[in-house]
Each structure stands twice: as C-alpha cells, then as structure tokens.
C-alpha cells in the first residue's frame, strides 16, 4: 500500500457517517420488525427525523469542510463510480425520512408523532388536504418502500468500494474515516471550520419544526365554533343549568380515567374541571350534578396518549374543548348509591350508570364514584382503532372527592 499525503476527514464528519451508518442499519431491521407494534413504528419514526437532522448537520459540514481527495491511483470510472454512490446516499438520506414524514402525514390514521416520546413532531402542513387520498398514500408508501432497497444497494456498493480499494494494493481509504485506528501513522485531519452554521442550522431547523405543535396549540385555545352536527349524528343539547347547595374542595378531588392500550393498562386524569352539586339526601328525586371539563387538560404519563387524546379521532380539542357530564336519577342502594351519568362529547351524547359510595361527616361529604363507557358509542379513535386492536372500548371514569355543605 502506498504512502498518502491525503488529509482524513475531520473528527466531526467521521462522527456523523458512523452515527448516521449505524442509524440507517437499525432503521433498516425495524422496518421489517414494527408490524403491529405502535413502539417500534413510533422509534422508526423518532430515528428516521434523527437521521434527517443529522444528515442536514452533515451536509452542511460537509460544503465548510470538503472531504480529502480520492486516491490518485484509482481508475477515473471508480472515481466516478465512488462520487455517484456518495451523491446517492446523501439524497436518500434526507429523501427517506421526508417521505416516511409525507407517508405519515397523508395517512388517515392520525396517530401523532411524538420523538423518542418526549417531543411533538407535527405532519407536514401542505399535505392537510391529502390525507386519507389513497391513491397519493400509495405512491408515497411506494417510493419509501423502494427506496429502501435502493439504499440498501447502495450502502453495499460503499462498503465494497471501500473494502476493495483497501485491501487491493491501491492507496486505501478507510484509514481516513475509522475513528482513531491507525492513531499517529494517519495522515492529519485538516482544520475544522462552521461547526456552528452546520449544528445551529440544523438545531434551528429541529427547534422551529419541533415549536409548530406548541404554537398550534396555544391559537387553538381560542374559542372556536362549533361545527353543524354531520349526517346521521344529532346535535346535543346544553345541560340545564342547577343551583348548587354543596362547594366541591377541588384540592381534594379528582376525576381520573383509564383503559388497556396494547394489553397494557393505562391511567390518566383530568387537571382541570368544575362541579355544580345540588344533593340531597332525603329528597333525591331533587338531586343534580352538572361536571363540566375541559379535554385539553387529559393527561397521561404518556406524552403520545397525551397527543393522541387532543386530536381529531379523539376528543377534537380544537373544535370541542370541553365536555359535560349530568348526574341525575339518583337511588340510594344496599351499598350506597346509583345515578345516571350523561356525557355529551362531540355532539354525542351517551348515558350510563355511576355507582358511588357517600360518606356525610356533618357538612363534609366524601365520594367514591366509578363509571364505565364506550368509546366507540362516544366516536372516539374510531378512524385508527374501529375494532379496539389496540384501544378496548372500555374506558372507566373514577371520581373522588369531598364537598362542603354551603
């Protein structure tokens, strides 16, 4: 093998191929290994974002930093051969996670995307209007699909061209990008230059991307009408209004939810919401509850339950930020007491029994309530999850808390 006066790359760019080589390789097993498993499809996605951040950073170092020359003693073809591969994989680097983005983003399953499940990650918004197009879905599922292989192709065209050129007898090329394993007798790196263009645009371009859903969320906020009931579903009508005779101690109270996602059990509450109780126990044909809660402020352990809940399948914050729910019918029972609990979400409006335990300490009263609805009779995730194979349709609402008698 023949000296070289040739630089290696820098310590930057030798970091980001191997982070980025090692990423793609994953990417490439857990596309074959994510059926049915919302985890794996959402690392594919978190991964596939990494790896098109990185590549930018990559890029962008790579125009400050020009790599070192081929070896002069390869044929002009090989060169040729060895540039065109380059080219290939620096366009399918960025190409293949704006199409897996795309793929997401028409998809009429709105699963939202939460990165490595800590940041929102919004669908590309110029692709609004073809969600659910079957036909543009197919296409875009198509060339990822394809291009897959096509990188697959690729990157063993680069590993061949690098492992041929080593072992040939020709001037070598891995010494320049293995990370410290020819030590003092590789040539030296050239002097590094834009490291922040090259990160802070790409943390810029993450950040701006990544700050969407807040921003969208914080205008959402505003009142927004609500739209005309759509065929076949009746407009629900706004529970009367009561005058209550108890003070809900909110401190002390708490709605929560929970449910099995994926055989799993989950569990969530609502960190906002008011009570009207009119209670009385020896006149309860008198008695009435009117709960009102704002659905924006469900919340998880789990930031994509968190996410998914706000969205359109599910409690369509935007359009409809709160929900109600009326107690009235109340019976008194060997254990304690039943009520009708009518929840009106969505325009929908579904009753179902509550069964509460009360305990009057003079004028504080203490609740144990439980209640079990049907999301599916709610029209909750019935896009994406219709026959509960990942959601059961089973939601049980808990309600604890104390009162004060005014």
Avoid: C
């Avoid at 073809?77 to 065109?84: F, G, I």
């Avoid at 008011?274 to 919340?299: E, Q, R």
């Avoid at 009106?344 to 209640?371: C, H, M, W, Y």
């Amino acid at each position: 093998m023949s000296a070289t006066n040739t630089s290696r790359y820098t310590a930057v760019a030798i970091a980001l191929h191997w982070a980025i080589a090692i990423l793609i390789l994953f990417m490439i097993w857990l596309g074959w290994n994510m059926d049915d498993n919302e985890s794996r499809y959402q690392l594919h996605k978190s991964i596939g974002i990494s790896i098109l951040i990185l590549s930018v950073a990559r890029v962008l170092w790579r125009l400050m930093n020009p790599p070192p020359p081929l070896p002069a003693d390869m044929k002009p073809l090989e060169k040729k051969a060895s540039h065109w591969v380059h080219m290939g994989l620096y366009i399918l680097m960025i190409a293949m996670p704006l199409l897996g983005w795309a793929l997401v983003s028409t998809s009429e399953f709105r699963v939202p995307t939460v990165l490595f499940g800590a940041i929102s990650w919004p669908n590309l918004p110029f692709l609004d209007g073809l969600r659910g197009n079957d036909i543009v879905h197919a296409i875009l599922g198509t060339l990822h699909s394809k291009g897959a292989w096509v990188i697959i192709g690729l990157l063993v065209l680069h590993v061949a061209g690098a492992i041929k050129h080593e072992f040939a007898g020709e001037e070598g090329v891995l010494k320049r990008m293995i990370p410290g394993l020819f030590g003092s007798t590789a040539p030296p790196q050239p002097p590094a230059r834009g490291f922040l263009v090259a990160f802070g645009g790409s943390a810029l371009l993450f950040a701006l991307i990544a700050a969407a859903p807040l921003i969208s969320r914080s205008t959402g906020n505003a009142t927004v009408p609500v739209p005309p009931a759509s065929e076949g579903e009746t407009q629900a009508a706004a529970p009367a209004a009561i005058a209550p005779n108890w003070v809900v101690d909110y401190d002390a109270s708490e709605i929560s939810f929970s449910g099995v996602h994926e055989g799993n059990d989950f569990t969530g509450t609502f960190k906002d919401w008011s009570a009207d109780v009119a209670f009385y126990p020896d006149d309860l044909a008198k008695s009435a509850v009117l709960v009102t809660v704002p659905t924006g402020t469900a919340a998880t352990p789990k930031k994509l339950y968190n996410d998914s809940l706000r969205a359109p399948e599910w409690f369509d914050v935007k359009n409809h930020p709160s929900a109600t729910v009326r107690l009235s019918d109340f019976a008194k029972t060997d254990t304690g007491y039943t009520a009708t609990a009518t929840l009106q979400l969505k325009q929908r409006s579904v009753s179902t029994p509550l069964a509460f335990t009360l305990d009057i300490n003079g004028d504080v009263a203490t609740l144990n309530g439980e209640a079990t609805f049907d999301r599916k009779e709610l029209d909750l995730g019935q896009t994406s999850d219709p026959n509960a194979q990942w959601v059961k349709d089973a939601v049980t609402v808990t309600v604890t808390g104390q009162a004060t008698r005014k």
